[in-house]
């Protein structure tokens, strides 16, 4: 049984730094695409990041380019989310979704995905 469970979340100031990690069960992540998704109160759930791991590309949201870096640790079965200069619109429950194909440019579309985190928050806060 596939299973994705995420870690890192928390608070941190504006500025500040958090890693968030994606480990998955069941599922190699040496295939297919890790996306990593974001949802805050009243927003529409939208992608943050990919990496593709048949072809190595990674993927960023405008609004993340920059500050955000996406990672895969094979022996560890995991994905990483390095998350610098955090600002309070990062503000967000944190859900990584998995599928065993390369989606490309689709990556931000979640109907691409077959497997879903439960997610970890974060909030950017004074």
């Known amino acids: 049984q596939l299973q994705l469970v995420e870690s890192g979340g928390g608070l941190v100031q504006p500025g500040g730094s958090l890693t968030l990690s994606c480990a998955a069960s069941?599922?190699?992540?040496?295939?297919?695409?890790i996306g990593w998704f974001r949802q805050a109160p009243g927003k529409e759930r939208e992608g943050v990041s990919c990496?593709?791991?048949?072809?190595?590309?990674?993927y960023y949201a405008d609004s993340v380019k920059g500050r955000f870096t996406i990672s895969r640790d094979n022996a560890k079965n995991t994905v990483y989310l390095q998350m610098n200069s955090l600002k309070p619109e990062d503000t967000a429950v944190y859900i990584c979704?998995?599928?065993?194909?390369?989606?490309?440019?689709?990556?931000?579309?979640?109907?691409?995905?077959?497997?879903w985190g439960q997610g970890t928050q974060v909030t950017v806060s004074s």
């Open positions: 990496f593709s791991s048949s072809d190595g590309r990674t």
């Open positions: 069941g599922f190699s992540l040496d295939y297919g695409t």
């Open positions: 979704a998995a599928v065993d194909q390369i989606v490309g440019p689709a990556w931000a579309n979640q109907i691409v995905y077959d497997y």
